[in-house]
C-alpha cells in the first residue's frame, strides 16, 4: 500500500449526535490489497473511495463498529418479512460503475433525504460519482437491484478474503415500502454465506442515532470493544 496522505479531521460538528464534535482520523492511500482492507476492517476502520477513516474522538465513544458473524445469523420475523417483501426483486453483482440510469437513482434518493432530513443539496455528477463509488479497488463490488427491467437500488460494498464490508445503498424513494435498505444487507449476509465470508461489517453504530438504528436489527452480531493502536490485537464482543 502507498499511504500519500494522513490527517486529523475535526473537531467539527458530529454528524449523528447533536451538540458534540466529532474527530476523524483518515488516510488517503492508494495499492491496499484486499488482504490490507480486511485487517483494516477489523481494527475498525472503514473504506470510502481512496479514503480510509475511523473516528477518533477524545470525549466520545459512541461509534462503535458492527459486523454479523455469518455462519450464526438468524433473520428475526420482520427481517423474514422484508425478504419476502422483495422477492421479485433481482439482484445482480458486478464491478461498480457509474452511467445515467445510476445517478438519475441517486439524484432522485438523495433529493428525498433532502426534503426528509435536511441533507445538503447533492447534484453528484459523474466524475464525482465515479471518485466516490467506483474508485479502482480488487475488492469493490456493486449490489445493484431490479424490478424487471429497472434500476431500483445500489448497494456499494468491499469484498475481503474473510468479510464483507457494506459501504453505501441508496434506492428509488417510491419503494419505500420494499425496505431496500434492509434488504441490501440480508442480501449481503447471503452473498457471504454464498461465498464462504466469516462476517459482514455494517460500519458504525451510535446509541441515539435514529438514522443508524436498524443495523442492531442483525443479530447475533459483534461489536469491536475500544480503539485499536499499534500491534495490539482488536477484542470484538457478542451483543
Request: a positive charge.
Amino acid at each position: 500500500m502507498r499511504l500519500l496522505q494522513h490527517r486529523i479531521a475535526g473537531p467539527e460538528p458530529c454528524p449523528y449526535l447533536d451538540g458534540i464534535s466529532s474527530t476523524t482520523e483518515t488516510m488517503l492511500m492508494t495499492g491496499v490489497t484486499p488482504a490490507e482492507l480486511d485487517s483494516m476492517l477489523e481494527r475498525g476502520w472503514r473504506r470510502f473511495g481512496p479514503v480510509y477513516f475511523r473516528p477518533v474522538c477524545s470525549t466520545c465513544d459512541e461509534c462503535v463498529s458492527v459486523r454479523v458473524p455469518v455462519g450464526t445469523f438468524s433473520p428475526s420475523v420482520n427481517l423474514r418479512r422484508v425478504r419476502r417483501r422483495a422477492a421479485h426483486v433481482r439482484l445482480e453483482v458486478g464491478e461498480p460503475m457509474v452511467d445515467d440510469e445510476r445517478l438519475t437513482l441517486y439524484r432522485k434518493w438523495h433529493s428525498s433525504r433532502e426534503v426528509e432530513r435536511g441533507w445538503k443539496p447533492d447534484r453528484i455528477g459523474v466524475q464525482s460519482y465515479a471518485m466516490q463509488f467506483c474508485f479502482p479497488h480488487a475488492a469493490a463490488r456493486e449490489f445493484s437491484y431490479w424490478d424487471e427491467d429497472e434500476l431500483i437500488g445500489i448497494g456499494i460494498a468491499d469484498e475481503t478474503p474473510h468479510a464483507l464490508s457494506a459501504v453505501y445503498c441508496y434506492y428509488d424513494p417510491d419503494r419505500a415500502h420494499l425496505s431496500l435498505g434492509t434488504y441490501n444487507i440480508l442480501r449481503a449476509i447471503e452473498y457471504a454465506h454464498h461465498r464462504r465470508l466469516a462476517y459482514v461489517y455494517l460500519g458504525y453504530r451510535v446509541e441515539g442515532c435514529a438514522s443508524l438504528e436498524y443495523k442492531g436489527r442483525f443479530r447475533p452480531q459483534e461489536r469491536l470493544r475500544g480503539r485499536v493502536d499499534g500491534p495490539q490485537p482488536a477484542r470484538w464482543e457478542r451483543a
